[in-house]
């Protein structure tokens, strides 16, 4: 399964950004699916998560009310509409497909991972 990920750019604080992951195979249609991230310096992150049937989301605390999740089963996408961008969320994040139906926290339970995709917040 490939990955493809885009919507990533340098944007301002308090900016709006969208990413989308498009999947190759539909077989993802039945497996939840991630973003996750990791910001200079640290270790990578969970940031949102979303069960096969685009329901059972969950978000980090640092994003919890300004990223949204959502997921279309018949174009093989996940997207993550990020709102109120700040300093922090500045990362590259990664698409990632879980091994099980729900959305995961856990990368040891991801098994498929997409290429990163650079978000720059300007403060």
């Known amino acids: 399964v490939q990955l493809q990920v885009s919507g990533g750019g340098l944007v301002q604080a308090g900016d709006s950004l969208s990413l989308s992951c498009a999947a190759s195979?539909?077989?993802?249609?039945?497996?939840?699916m991630n973003w996750f991230r990791r910001a200079p310096g640290k270790e990578r992150e969970f940031v949102a998560g979303?069960?096969?049937?685009?329901?059972?989301?969950i978000y980090a605390d640092s994003v919890k009310g300004r990223f949204e999740i959502s997921r279309d089963n018949a174009k093989n996408t996940v997207s993550l509409l990020m709102n109120n961008l700040n300093d922090e969320d500045t990362a590259v994040y990664y698409c990632?497909?879980?091994?099980?139906?729900?959305?995961?926290?856990?990368?040891?339970?991801?098994?498929?991972w997409g290429q990163g995709t650079q978000v720059t917040v300007s403060s």
């Open positions: 195979r539909r077989t993802v249609s039945n497996n939840g």
């Open positions: 979303v069960n096969w049937r685009g329901g059972g989301k």
């Open positions: 990632a497909v879980s091994r099980s139906a729900t959305g995961t926290t856990d990368p040891a339970n991801v098994a498929y």
